[in-house]
């Protein structure tokens, strides 16, 4: 059984810096991954991704500049920096892992929640302005 985990999350004012992560564990668990977010009363969105191979990386465009998602070392632990962060960032937050056999996301449907088999429970992120 797949498990993955976030953790990080908190409450910061406008303008601050939180760093969240992720790790999977367990038979399937792969090297590509997302994160996501939703907002109470919104829909879960894409925010960023990276896959393995050549660590390609894709972001929403709110996240453009200001996030930066990376991988530890080895294959199973990942991290969002998040700068510069708004009262409209404030949700929980998402790791979604892709099963090893699946190979990379396309790169056009990297936040594409369909593209990941394996989901946390989410770490909540509170901006105050």
């Known amino acids: 059984q797949v498990q993955v985990i976030e953790s990080g999350g908190g409450s910061v004012q406008a303008g601050g810096s939180l760093r969240i992560s992720c790790s999977a564990s367990?038979?399937?668990?792969?090297?590509?991954m997302a994160w996501f977010r939703q907002a109470p009363g919104n829909q879960r969105e894409g925010v960023a991704a990276?896959?393995?191979?050549?660590?390609?990386?894709a972001y929403a465009t709110f996240a453009k500049g200001r996030f930066t998602v990376s991988r530890g070392n080895g294959r199973s632990t990942w991290y969002l920096q998040m700068n510069s962060l708004t009262p409209e960032d404030t949700g929980m937050y998402y790791c979604?892992?892709?099963?090893?056999?699946?190979?990379?996301?396309?790169?056009?449907?990297?936040?594409?929640?369909?593209?990941?088999?394996?989901w946390g429970r989410g770490t909540q992120v509170t901006v105050s302005s």
């Open positions: 979604a892992n892709r099963n090893v056999n699946r190979g990379p996301p396309s790169r056009s449907y990297m936040l594409h929640p369909s593209e990941y088999n394996y």
């Open positions: 367990g038979p399937g668990a792969g090297p590509n």
């Open positions: 990276i896959v393995f191979g050549d660590g390609a990386t």
